[in-house]
């Protein structure tokens, strides 16, 4: 792929150089030319040094090749103006914007423009850590029939076979972390010390899924 970003700042910078350790092509805008020193010397991709919007600018950083465009700069004004401009103008489907209003983040989705807002997600991320396990799930499908909730396997199921506790919690195992890993669980595989559980879980079926974590098994 080849992915337009517009600022060069900790976000900007960094997704621009992980982009480029994934091979794919990249050109950072940024209207401060010394910001291109976080990149770094190992960057190999496009500096450009103007306005995001601006359609020139954009051309010179191959918008018309670019398979995505993310408008990561510090002003919510200059990241929407840039996404629609990428969109409609240079017909771009892959446009993700930063905004820090979630009111505004929220109508601009609408608009068909992926939003991140920054506020808005540093909070729930802070409020899915300090709540129990369960008061808040980490994903939530569109019709609010799924959710996904990610927790630490309980004592009382430790040495537990996975299906087992599927079976018994009307759940799904995406997938464990362990000891920095991701796995995918087999009917075979042990619940471990220190698992965190990627839970698939019907809406209406939650309540009982994490009272039946807390139980625990069930005897055969």
């Not at 670019?66 to 002003?75: E, H, K, L, Q, T």
């Not at 990428?86 to 820090?100: H, L, N």
């Not at 209003?101 to 997600?121: C, S």
């Not at 909730?149 to 362990?178: C, E, M």
Request: one cysteine or more.
């Amino acid at each position: 792929m080849h992915v337009v970003i517009m600022g060069c700042g900790r976000v900007g910078s960094t997704l621009a150089r992980s982009l480029e350790d994934r091979n794919h092509t990249v050109s950072v805008i940024d209207s401060e030319p010394d910001a291109f020193r976080r990149l770094g010397p190992g960057f190999n991709g496009d500096k450009i040094a103007g306005m995001g919007f601006d359609q020139e600018v954009l051309e010179k950083a191959g918008i018309r090749r670019a398979d995505a465009f993310a408008a990561v700069s510090s002003g919510d004004n200059s990241n929407i103006i840039a996404a629609r401009v990428a969109r409609e103008t240079f017909g771009i489907q892959q446009v993700v914007a930063r905004i820090y209003d979630p009111g505004r983040a929220e109508v601009y989705q609408r608009l068909g423009i992926t939003t991140v807002a920054t506020v808005k997600w540093t909070a729930d991320q802070v409020l899915r850590r300090i709540l129990p396990a369960g008061a808040e799930p980490d994903f939530r499908d569109p019709s609010g029939t799924v959710r996904v909730d990610h927790i630490t396997v309980p004592d009382v199921w430790i040495g537990q076979k996975t299906i087992d506790l599927q079976l018994q919690s009307k759940s799904r195992i995406a997938w464990i972390d362990r000891l920095g890993e991701g796995m995918l669980p087999t009917r075979e595989t042990i619940l471990q010390e220190g698992d965190m559980l990627h839970l698939v879980i019907r809406e209406q079926m939650a309540a009982h899924t994490f009272a039946v974590l807390d139980k625990g098994p069930e005897e055969s």
